[in-house]
């Protein structure tokens, strides 16, 4: 036969060669199967048997100087039986050199004993030749020659012999030496590590880190075929680049199910970049975090082949950026509104905006122990970010849907400070795990998992397991009787720290002092601020409510320090407060924003400031001075001692458990709560000591007892609602928190009378004035879903509206707006349309002012086809 040109891919044996064409357009060239005419090599072994002697070194030889080379062959003869060729390999240009007799000469295979017999046909010549050559190899001692005593075939693994995660730790972010062995697809590689590597001689299957390439699966017996869209491009591209040569490797990371990852080096460079840029793979998101150098160069990679279109990015569209033109943009940042969520004020166009962070959210509460760490996250973020300028960029956006507001998600950067990293990496919120065709993400989303997996490693925060923090904050200011408690040791504190939790107007604030863990009403003495209307019917004094405005864009989530005077009648603490070491009061009065009070200003140490600060303002005209009639009238003066805020019964509470969008089950925060905390701990001992305790207790209905509650195995104090003797089980209500749940009996157990003493410290509401659907009905899940993300996680207030045996109507409000019934949760739902107004209710006649403004809003929602009105006025048959 005719000589041929080929080049060599791979090399089975010392004796044995694969050999491939010339690609033809983007197919893979033919393949064909080439073994040494005359001669044999040493075998090499498998899972069942191990290699013969010299048969790795065999190989070796060959693949050290022929592998990804051009030869010249020929086929000399062929076995009808096996279809097997055995011909002549010619290697080189100039200095041909005779493959088949290399081999002999180097003593790495015999002369075939039907080879021998041939040497009077055609072939004679050269099998002679070969016969002398092998005689001078074995004279020689060379290769299989060898005559030392030593092991002379390798020792080498072909499964793992120890766990997966042990062998990782043993060898992650070494460099090893090994030699890539089979080409699954383009990012499915079998690696065989080799000396002087750290880790044994050991096969290896590995997935390329940061990347996916199409997949290739065939001839898999019960397997149906898979070749995806440029898999076999893919699997060519890697085979003609790496297959069967030596390279570094870097053992990175396991997947779920305990596949390697890793990163695969050689000298002509990373072969993953490569792939990405020719747009045979794309980046894989849960991978990528673990390559060793980093994930820039493989997005960087992955950007050339989509900006031109390359096969797998065939006709790809970049997306528009969120936001056009003003994507990118400085802003301060006004308010920290969740653990996810903040405002900021646009530097240049003064519009302020409400932004969520990107591609994260906040941790869900899943127990009745609602853990806090969203305090933690929001906190984290006000200290670092509140009044800041940042850098704003604007990633992607959400359209509004199923009653949810339109979100802008942004990255939000202090410098180097990126606000969902540092919240990620401290274990305060959850990644969110985009598609991976979805590139609405966070423009650091590679650091962000990073970020995450950092803390997973390090268990902080909500991958911790032990118990979250929790947050019970008191209220010094619930009524005066209480605020005496507090007095005498903020009069002996001199200045105490606080951070401004809401302001009611530019003298009047919500204090929260986190090293005492409560919050105070706190009113500025010595000064008059102009007061806002009460309500939107309600006329503001003038500048009240640019007073207002002023002391919320410097107050609000600020650490201040107070000092505490006296108290108000109703509650509220009176004294100085500071701002970066300056006296609000003088700046509110230096701005024409507030004027001196004399009777409180003449109690006051700094007297002589207010004094001046306020003829500046006087003589410079500022604001309420500006007027004609700018004499403040005495007899409109109010001695601040004697000032009011006008009030129900109002508390502070948390929704433990929600039963429906009106319904649910809270805990009042007051003394009582700090008595359960440490009833609990008490509680939880008392278990853990009598833990072989008998569990044959047979409860009654309506008893008191130990129940063990299902998702964490902890004891809760809980009341049998219902005894099921065919199933051996109860139905319980957890007392405490509201939440109830089927249990067997074994995991109850009869609560001890010195744990009774505690009042049940969860209670059962409604919302006032409104119907809502059961979670089973029309629209009643969303309602659900509504009213949780409105309370989930919050300290709210509560007005007591009316109490009905047990069951007590309330009117919410988040504890950082206002108390006006436009601003309640009850109005927020029917806003949305899942809520609305029963005008039969007890409560419509002595509140006819509460009702027609929830009223107003159900036109709105009727208006805007919200919710349940989406395909008209469901309230029109009850006219």
Same mark, same amino acid.
């Given at each position: 036969?005719?000589?041929?040109?080929?080049?060599?891919?791979?090399?089975?044996?010392?004796d044995?060669l694969?050999?491939?064409?010339?690609?033809s357009?983007?197919?893979?060239?033919?393949?064909?199967?080439?073994?040494l005419?005359?001669?044999?090599?040493?075998?090499?072994?498998?899972?069942?048997?191990?290699?013969?002697?010299?048969a790795?070194?065999a190989?070796?030889y060959?693949?050290?100087?022929?592998?990804?080379k051009?030869?010249?062959?020929?086929?000399?003869?062929?076995?009808p039986?096996?279809?097997?060729?055995?011909g002549?390999?010619?290697?080189g240009n100039?200095?041909?050199?005779?493959?088949?007799?290399?081999?002999?000469k180097?003593?790495?295979?015999k002369?075939?004993?039907?080879g021998?017999?041939?040497?009077?046909?055609?072939?004679?010549?050269e099998?002679?030749?070969?016969?002398?050559?092998?005689?001078?190899?074995?004279?020689?001692?060379k290769?299989?020659?060898?005559?030392?005593?030593?092991?002379?075939?390798?020792?080498?693994?072909?499964t793992?012999?120890?766990?997966?995660r042990?062998?990782?730790?043993?060898?992650?972010g070494?460099v090893?030496e090994g030699?890539?062995?089979?080409?699954?697809?383009?990012?499915?590689?079998?690696?065989?590590?080799?000396p002087?590597?750290?880790?044994?001689?050991?096969y290896?299957?590995?997935n390329?880190?940061?990347?996916k390439?199409?997949?290739?699966r065939k001839?898999v017996?019960?397997?149906?075929?898979?070749?995806?869209p440029f898999g076999?491009?893919?699997?060519?591209f890697?085979?003609?680049r790496?297959?069967?040569r030596?390279?570094?490797?870097?053992?990175e990371?396991?997947?779920?199910?305990q596949?390697?990852?890793a990163s695969i080096?050689?000298?002509?460079?990373n072969?993953a970049?490569?792939?990405?840029?020719?747009?045979?793979?794309?980046?894989?998101?849960?991978?990528?975090t673990?390559?060793?150098?980093?994930?820039?160069?493989?997005?960087?990679?992955?950007?050339?082949?989509?900006?031109?279109?390359l096969?797998?990015w065939?006709?790809?569209v970049?997306?528009?950026?969120?936001?056009?033109?003003?994507?990118?943009f400085?802003?301060?940042v006004?308010?920290?509104?969740?653990?996810d969520?903040?405002?900021?004020?646009?530097n240049?166009?003064g519009?302020e905006r409400?932004?969520q962070?990107?591609?994260?959210?906040?941790?869900?509460?899943?127990?009745?122990?609602?853990?806090?760490?969203?305090?933690?996250?929001k906190?984290?973020?006000?200290k670092?970010?509140?009044?800041?300028?940042?850098?704003?960029?604007?990633?992607?956006?959400?359209p509004?849907t199923?009653?949810?507001?339109a979100?802008?998600?942004?990255?939000?950067?202090?410098?180097?400070?990126?606000?969902?990293?540092?919240?990620l990496?401290?274990?305060?919120a959850?990644?969110?795990r985009h598609?991976?065709?979805?590139?609405?993400?966070?423009?650091?989303?590679?650091?962000?998992?990073?970020?995450e997996?950092?803390?997973?490693?390090?268990?902080?925060?909500?991958?911790?397991?032990?118990?979250p923090?929790v947050?019970r904050?008191i209220?010094a200011?619930?009524?005066?009787?209480?605020?005496k408690?507090?007095?005498?040791a903020?009069?002996?504190?001199?200045?105490?720290?606080g951070?401004?939790?809401?302001?009611?107007?530019?003298?009047?604030f919500k204090?929260?002092?986190?090293?005492e863990s409560?919050?105070?009403?706190?009113?500025?003495?010595?000064?008059?601020a102009?007061r806002?209307?009460?309500n939107?019917?309600?006329?503001?004094?003038?500048f009240?409510?640019?007073?207002?405005?002023f002391?919320?864009?410097r107050?609000?989530q600020?650490?201040v320090?107070?000092e505490?005077?006296?108290?108000?009648?109703?509650?509220?603490?009176?004294g100085?407060?500071?701002i970066?070491?300056?006296?609000?009061?003088?700046m509110?009065?230096?701005?024409?924003?507030?004027?001196v009070?004399d009777y409180?200003?003449s109690q006051?140490?700094?007297s002589?400031?207010?004094?001046?600060?306020?003829?500046?303002?006087?003589?410079?005209?500022?604001?309420?001075?500006?007027?004609?009639?700018?004499?403040?009238?005495?007899?409109?003066?109010?001695?601040?001692?004697?000032?009011?805020?006008p009030?129900?019964?109002?508390?502070?509470?948390?929704v433990?458990?929600?039963?429906?969008?009106?319904?649910?089950?809270?805990?009042?925060i007051?003394?009582?709560i700090?008595?359960?905390?440490?009833?609990m701990? $008490?509680?939880? =001992? %008392? !278990?853990?000591?009598?833990?072989s +305790?008998?569990? *044959?207790?047979?409860?009654?209905?309506n008893?008191?007892?130990?129940a063990?509650?299902?998702?964490?195995?902890?004891?809760?104090?809980?009341?049998?609602?219902k005894?099921?003797p065919?199933?051996?089980?109860?139905?319980v209500?957890?007392?405490?928190?509201?939440?109830?749940?089927?249990?067997?009996?074994?995991?109850?157990r009869?609560?001890?009378?010195?744990f009774?003493?505690?009042?049940?410290?969860?209670?059962e509401?409604?919302?006032?004035?409104?119907?809502?659907?059961?979670?089973?009905?029309?629209?009643g899940l969303?309602?659900y879903?509504?009213?949780?993300?409105?309370?989930?996680?919050?300290?709210?207030?509560?007005n007591?509206?009316?109490? $009905?045996?047990? =069951? %007590? !109507?309330?009117?919410?409000?988040? +504890?950082?707006? *206002?108390?006006?019934?436009?601003?309640?949760?009850n109005t927020?739902?029917?806003?949305a349309?899942?809520?609305?107004?029963?005008k039969?209710?007890?409560l419509?006649?002595s509140?006819?002012?509460?009702?027609e403004?929830?009223?107003?809003?159900?036109?709105q929602?009727?208006?805007?086809r919200?919710?349940?009105?989406?395909?008209?006025?469901?309230?029109a048959?009850?006219?």
């Amino acid at each position: 036969m005719a000589n041929q040109k080929a080049i060599v891919k791979s090399i089975l044996s010392g004796d044995t060669l694969i050999l491939r064409g010339r690609p033809s357009g983007n197919q893979p060239p033919p393949e064909r199967q080439l073994n040494l005419a005359y001669i044999q090599a040493p075998r090499l072994g498998n899972q069942k048997k191990e290699d013969e002697p010299f048969a790795f070194e065999a190989r070796e030889y060959l693949r050290g100087f022929l592998v990804g080379k051009e030869v010249t062959f020929r086929v000399d003869y062929n076995i009808p039986t096996t279809g097997r060729e055995y011909g002549t390999i010619l290697y080189g240009n100039e200095n041909v050199t005779n493959v088949t007799q290399m081999v002999i000469k180097e003593g790495w295979a015999k002369v075939r004993e039907d080879g021998r017999k041939n040497k009077e046909e055609s072939r004679g010549e050269e099998i002679e030749t070969l016969i002398a050559l092998e005689s001078d190899a074995k004279s020689a001692g060379k290769g299989i020659w060898q005559t030392q005593d030593q092991e002379n075939s390798r020792k080498v693994n072909y499964t793992l012999q120890e766990e997966p995660r042990e062998y990782l730790d043993k060898y992650k972010g070494l460099v090893v030496e090994g030699i890539i062995e089979q080409v699954r697809d383009g990012s499915s590689l079998r690696v065989l590590f080799i000396p002087p590597s750290p880790a044994p001689q050991q096969y290896l299957n590995i997935n390329i880190s940061g990347i996916k390439a199409p997949i290739v699966r065939k001839d898999v017996p019960d397997v149906e075929d898979l070749i995806e869209p440029f898999g076999e491009e893919a699997k060519y591209f890697v085979e003609t680049r790496l297959l069967q040569r030596n390279v570094k490797v870097i053992l990175e990371g396991l997947s779920g199910n305990q596949a390697f990852f890793a990163s695969i080096l050689h000298p002509a460079g990373n072969i993953a970049e490569a792939l990405l840029t020719s747009g045979l793979a794309k980046v894989a998101d849960r991978s990528i975090t673990m390559v060793t150098d980093g994930h820039t160069k493989l997005r960087a990679a992955e950007s050339i082949a989509k900006e031109k279109q390359l096969r797998l990015w065939q006709g790809h569209v970049a997306r528009n950026r969120a936001g056009g033109d003003d994507h990118e943009f400085e802003a301060t940042v006004t308010r920290i509104i969740s653990g996810d969520t903040i405002s900021v004020k646009h530097n240049r166009t003064g519009v302020e905006r409400k932004l969520q962070l990107s591609s994260i959210r906040q941790p869900k509460p899943k127990d009745p122990k609602l853990p806090e760490y969203n305090f933690d996250a929001k906190e984290l973020l006000r200290k670092k970010l509140i009044g800041k300028t940042v850098k704003v960029t604007i990633d992607y956006s959400k359209p509004a849907t199923d009653g949810f507001e339109a979100k802008d998600c942004a990255t939000i950067k202090l410098g180097e400070f990126n606000a969902a990293e540092a919240l990620l990496e401290r274990g305060l919120a959850h990644i969110i795990r985009h598609r991976r065709d979805d590139e609405d993400r966070s423009s650091f989303y590679d650091q962000l998992m990073i970020a995450e997996q950092k803390a997973q490693n390090s268990t902080k925060g909500i991958h911790s397991p032990k118990d979250p923090p929790v947050y019970r904050i008191i209220d010094a200011s619930e009524n005066a009787a209480k605020a005496k408690q507090f007095l005498h040791a903020l009069q002996r504190a001199g200045r105490v720290p606080g951070v401004v939790d809401y302001v009611y107007n530019a003298s009047r604030f919500k204090i929260y002092i986190p090293r005492e863990s409560y919050k105070l009403t706190f009113v500025l003495g010595g000064i008059r601020a102009p007061r806002p209307g009460r309500n939107p019917s309600d006329k503001s004094e003038p500048f009240a409510v640019e007073a207002s405005e002023f002391a919320t864009r410097r107050t609000f989530q600020r650490d201040v320090d107070i000092e505490v005077e006296n108290i108000d009648k109703t509650g509220g603490f009176i004294g100085t407060m500071w701002i970066k070491n300056e006296n609000f009061a003088v700046m509110l009065l230096r701005d024409g924003f507030a004027s001196v009070h004399d009777y409180s200003a003449s109690q006051s140490s700094y007297s002589q400031q207010l004094y001046a600060a306020e003829e500046s303002a006087k003589t410079e005209k500022k604001n309420i001075w500006s007027l004609q009639d700018n004499e403040v009238s005495k007899e409109q003066e109010v001695a601040i001692v004697t000032e009011v805020e006008p009030r129900k019964e109002y508390v502070d509470i948390v929704v433990t458990e929600i039963i429906s969008g009106g319904r649910f089950y809270l805990q009042v925060i007051n003394d009582d709560i700090h008595k359960l905390e440490k009833m609990m701990s $008490e509680f939880s =001992l %008392y !278990h853990k000591n009598n833990a072989s +305790s008998s569990s *044959s207790f047979t409860p009654k209905n309506n008893e008191m007892v130990s129940a063990q509650f299902t998702e964490d195995n902890r004891w809760y104090r809980a009341k049998i609602r219902k005894v099921i003797p065919d199933s051996k089980s109860a139905e319980v209500i957890y007392v405490d928190y509201g939440n109830s749940e089927t249990i067997p009996l074994s995991r109850v157990r009869p609560l001890p009378d010195n744990f009774k003493q505690l009042p049940s410290q969860s209670q059962e509401a409604i919302l006032s004035f409104l119907n809502v659907r059961n979670r089973e009905e029309e629209y009643g899940l969303e309602a659900y879903e509504h009213f949780r993300d409105l309370v989930e996680n919050k300290q709210l207030v509560a007005n007591i509206d009316y109490k $009905e045996n047990n =069951l %007590y !109507h309330l009117t919410l409000f988040d +504890s950082k707006q *206002s108390q006006s019934i436009e601003d309640s949760i009850n109005t927020e739902m029917v806003k949305a349309g899942y809520a609305i107004v029963d005008k039969k209710t007890i409560l419509y006649r002595s509140n006819p002012t509460v009702v027609e403004k929830l009223l107003e809003a159900q036109e709105q929602a009727k208006k805007g086809r919200m919710g349940m009105f989406e395909y008209g006025d469901i309230t029109a048959d009850d006219e």
